[in-house]
């Protein structure tokens, strides 16, 4: 499957210092392929000055929408909140702390395609030890 256009979800709580490194190692890495792309960021109501760093990305970054969460709600509220947003044929959720790096974005391309309706990445995969496969299934 050809993506014409990516939609980024990016969950933030208190992240202001992984905020700063958006601009280069997101929304620089992303702009190197061929598709559009959207990055909605969801600012779960951080009270670390996140929001104004925020503000003045999106300023400068016309990818890029900003949702404000008034209190923290979590992960799944926050991709809830970006659903209705999002208008790409596919979508990629990272997390602020880029746990899961961009360049890691590729990997998961090679794997969707026709046929395939979900691609999960896990920065554990083949690293756990000690849980139990149903636990293991979820990471």
Same mark, same amino acid.
């Given at each position: 499957?050809?993506?014409? @256009?990516? $939609?980024?979800?990016?969950?933030?709580?208190?992240?202001?210092?992984?905020?700063?490194?958006?601009?280069?190692?997101?929304? *620089?890495?992303?702009?190197?392929? &061929?598709? &559009?792309? &959207?990055?909605?960021? +969801?600012?779960?109501?951080? =009270? *670390?000055g996140s929001d104004k760093i925020? @503000?003045?990305?999106?300023? =400068?970054?016309?990818?890029?929408k900003i949702l404000t969460h008034?209190?923290?709600? %979590?992960?799944?509220?926050?991709?809830?909140?970006?659903?209705?947003?999002?208008? %790409? *044929?596919?979508?990629? =959720?990272? *997390?602020?702390d880029l746990t899961f790096h961009?360049?890691?974005?590729? @990997?998961?391309?090679? &794997?969707?395609?026709?046929?395939?309706?979900? +691609? $999960?990445?896990?920065?554990?995969?083949?690293?756990?030890?000690? +849980? $139990?496969?149903?636990?293991?299934?979820? =990471?």
């Amino acid at each position: 499957m050809k993506i014409r @256009k990516l $939609s980024i979800i990016i969950p933030c709580f208190n992240e202001r210092e992984n905020i700063l490194r958006f601009p280069k190692e997101v929304f *620089d890495y992303f702009a190197r392929f &061929e598709f &559009e792309t &959207e990055i909605i960021i +969801v600012n779960d109501g951080s =009270t *670390d000055g996140s929001d104004k760093i925020l @503000k003045e990305t999106a300023e =400068t970054h016309p990818q890029c929408k900003i949702l404000t969460h008034a209190r923290n709600k %979590g992960l799944g509220a926050c991709i809830k909140s970006a659903i209705p947003f999002v208008s %790409g *044929d596919a979508v990629l =959720t990272l *997390d602020a702390d880029l746990t899961f790096h961009p360049c890691q974005f590729p @990997k998961l391309l090679d &794997e969707f395609n026709d046929g395939v309706d979900c +691609v $999960s990445g896990s920065h554990l995969l083949g690293q756990l030890k000690g +849980v $139990s496969f149903f636990r293991g299934l979820l =990471t």
